[in-house]
């Protein structure tokens, strides 16, 4: 094996020192503070990372809210057209009902109209029919003189005109 010798030793030893003084002078401060400049990057990032969370899961709390209020006001305007329609549907069968009892009173008041129409009608058919029927008789019965004079006596007698 070989053994170092005391000036190798020496040298080495000299020439690590400048070097670790020579970092510590000009690249421990540097490399420390970029260092510790990554770390607050990483620190603020991370931060940054819960905020947005946070942040996220407000508008996400903000967003069922308004989802909860949306659905409650379709409810209200749903209850409220059902409202609204029932209404109008209600609306819609008294003025309905109104007209067909309007009609029906209408056609009542016609048909009454119309019925004493046709028992006038009747009562004056029946009354010439009467009439003729009994010219016609009459006609027969009295085709002479004698039984003309004989008729006429009786309704005189008969109806108090002495």
Same mark, same amino acid.
């Given at each position: 094996?070989?053994?170092p010798g005391i000036g190798l030793l020496f040298w080495m030893t000299l020439t690590f020192a400048i070097?670790?003084?020579?970092l510590a002078k000009f690249a421990w401060k540097p490399i420390l503070g970029a260092i510790n400049e990554?770390?607050?990057?990483?620190?603020?990032?991370?931060?940054?990372?819960?905020?947005?969370?946070?942040?996220?899961?407000?508008?996400?709390?903000?967003?069922?809210?308004?989802?909860?209020? /949306? $659905?409650? %006001?379709? !409810?209200?305007? =749903?209850?409220? &057209? +059902?409202?609204?329609?029932?209404?109008?549907?209600?609306? *819609?069968?008294?003025? /309905? $009902?109104? %007209?067909? !009892?309007?009609? =029906?009173?209408? &056609? +009542?008041?016609?048909?009454?109209?119309?019925?004493?129409? *046709?028992?006038?009608?009747? $009562?004056?058919?029946?009354?010439?029919?009467?009439?003729?029927?009994?010219?016609?008789?009459?006609?027969?019965?009295?085709?002479?003189?004698?039984?003309?004079?004989?008729?006429?006596?009786?309704?005189?007698?008969?109806?108090?005109?002495?």
């Amino acid at each position: 094996m070989i053994e170092p010798g005391i000036g190798l030793l020496f040298w080495m030893t000299l020439t690590f020192a400048i070097l670790v003084f020579l970092l510590a002078k000009f690249a421990w401060k540097p490399i420390l503070g970029a260092i510790n400049e990554r770390e607050v990057t990483i620190v603020d990032s991370l931060n940054q990372a819960k905020l947005a969370r946070q942040e996220v899961e407000n508008l996400k709390a903000e967003n069922d809210i308004i989802i909860r209020e /949306a $659905k409650v %006001e379709r !409810d209200n305007i =749903l209850k409220e &057209a +059902r409202d609204i329609k029932d209404r109008i549907v209600g609306e *819609a069968k008294d003025v /309905a $009902k109104a %007209e067909g !009892d309007k009609m =029906l009173e209408n &056609a +009542r008041q016609t048909i009454q109209a119309e019925k004493a129409a *046709a028992v006038a009608d009747i $009562k004056s058919q029946i009354g010439v029919l009467s009439v003729n029927i009994a010219e016609s008789i009459l006609k027969e019965k009295l085709d002479n003189d004698g039984a003309q004079d004989a008729l006429v006596a009786n309704i005189l007698n008969t109806s108090n005109l002495n």
